[in-house]
């Protein structure tokens, strides 16, 4: 009797891990196939690109953003870097900050928006590092990061989830330093503002300050200036 009752719950426990293990294959089968959604063109113009998708994150809105930007790798990183301009680019930051630094190429930021109505203000802290390549592209790698408090009055926290930049470095006809950026990210502005609002806004956001990059960036006095470590493309 008792033989039959392990022997029972030992069938029990093998078509659990089974089905288990099916379930997990179908699950990961799924997910692979939603992150290979091809993507849908929001705004397109000669030289800016904005395009979205959903995610497997919580079927939120994935946003990439293609450009071709007058600009070296070192102009571009110093810029992006320039935390006391950032409001000058990025659309609605108030203002942002580096809270901790690990190294040259990896610290902890924060950002904070201005309200836009209905909406309460918000921010985002981040955790950014940066690398190069072999082919001389670089990669620069953003994710939530708390670790360090910061005090937020009154804000709203945005969670953004992943963030990524490819910059590639291109020679054009004139043998000017040109970059072709490809950033992607997903994020949650949070609140009950409803999806729909919600990507609109995102979408709009990222064109806008895609735009005032590619204007500023190309006069910036970064462009003048070069970071140890980092490869220029060159003849």
């Known amino acids: 009797m008792t033989f039959n009752v392990f022997k029972a719950i030992k069938v029990i426990v093998i078509a659990f891990i089974i089905t288990f293990v099916i379930s997990d294959a179908c699950l990961v089968k799924a997910a692979s196939l939603t992150s290979e959604l091809p993507w849908k063109k929001w705004k ?3 030289h ?6 959903i995610s497997t994150i919580d079927q939120l809105t994935e946003i990439k953003v293609t450009a071709l930007v007058n600009s070296s790798l070192s102009g571009f990183l110093l810029f992006i870097q320039d935390v006391k301009n950032t409001p000058a680019w990025l659309t609605n930051a108030s203002s942002s900050k580096v809270v901790k630094n690990f190294s040259a190429t990896e ?3 924060t950002v904070n928006f ?3 109505w209905p909406l309460k203000p918000r921010h985002l802290q981040l955790h950014s590092h940066y690398w190069q390549n072999s082919d001389l592209s670089v990669e620069i790698q953003l994710k939530d990061d708390f670790s ?12 953004f989830y992943e963030g990524h930049w490819l910059l590639t470095p291109i020679l ?3 043998q000017q330093k040109q970059l072709i950026i490809e950033y992607t990210f997903i994020a949650d502005g949070g609140g009950e503002m409803p999806k729909w609002f919600a990507d609109q806004l995102a979408l709009k956001s990222i064109l806008k300050s895609m735009k005032k990059m590619n204007q500023q960036l190309p006069q910036s006095k970064w462009q003048q200036q070069t970071i140890p470590g980092i490869t220029e493309l060159s003849l």
């Open 44 to 46: 397109q113009s000669k």
């Open 172 to 174: 054009n006809n004139k």
């Open 148 to 159: 360090v408090e910061i005090e937020h009055k009154n804000t709203v926290r945005v969670k």
């Open 107 to 109: 610290h902890i930021f």
């Open 114 to 116: 201005s309200a836009i």
């Open 48 to 53: 800016l690109n904005v395009s979205s998708r």
